[in-house]
C-alpha cells in the first residue's frame, strides 16, 4: 500500500484546494435560542395590544381620533333595542329613552350586584392583595388598577343613540357606585 502525503489542511480541518460541501450544517443551540428569542418578542407585542372587545351586531361605534387602550371593566352595551351589562339583558332601549326619571333601577340593581361580587372576591382574595399593597407602595399602577377593576365601566354606545339616554345610563353607573366610565370608539384612520 502506497503512502499518500495528507495533503494541506485549514484550521476547521478541509483540504484545501477541495470543493465545499454543498450541505451547511446549522447548529442546534443557536436554532433554538433563535426561535426563543422569537416566541418572546412575539409574546411582548401580543400583550401589549390590549384586550379585544366583541361588538354586538346592531352596534355601531363612533370613530375618534384620539384613544386610549382600555383596562379590563364590565362592560355596558346601548343599543337602538337594549342595554346590557356584562352580554345581559337589563332594559329595553325605547322605555329608557321614553321615562323621565334619570335612574334606570334594573341598570342600578345589576350594577351594584357586579361590586358586590366584586368586592366579596376583593375579599376572598386576600393574600393577593396582601401582595398588590406591597408592589403599590413601591408604586406599581397595574396593580392598583387591577384591584378595583371591577369598579370601572366601558360603555358601547351606537352612534346613533341619543345623548340624553347615555347620560341616564352614565347618571345610574355613578350613583350606583362605578367611579371610571370609559366609552369604546374605533379608530379613526388618519388619511
Known sequence: MAIYAPGKRDRHG?????????????????????????VVFLLQNYATTGEILDIPPGVILPEARSVKDLKPANVIIVSEEYIK???????LYSDVKAQTDWDIPQLAKKIQQTISAGEAEKVALTSRLKTAVEKIKIGDKEIEDEIDSFRKITIQADKNI????LKKVMYTATEAGIFEINFAVLKEIEQ
Open 14 to 38: 478541509n483540504k484545501i484546494g477541495a470543493k465545499r460541501s454543498v450541505v451547511a450544517v446549522l447548529s442546534l443551540t443557536a436554532m433554538v435560542d433563535l426561535f426563543t428569542v422569537l
Open 85 to 91: 351589562l356584562n352580554n345581559e339583558s337589563v332594559a
Open 162 to 165: 341619543d345623548f340624553l339616554t
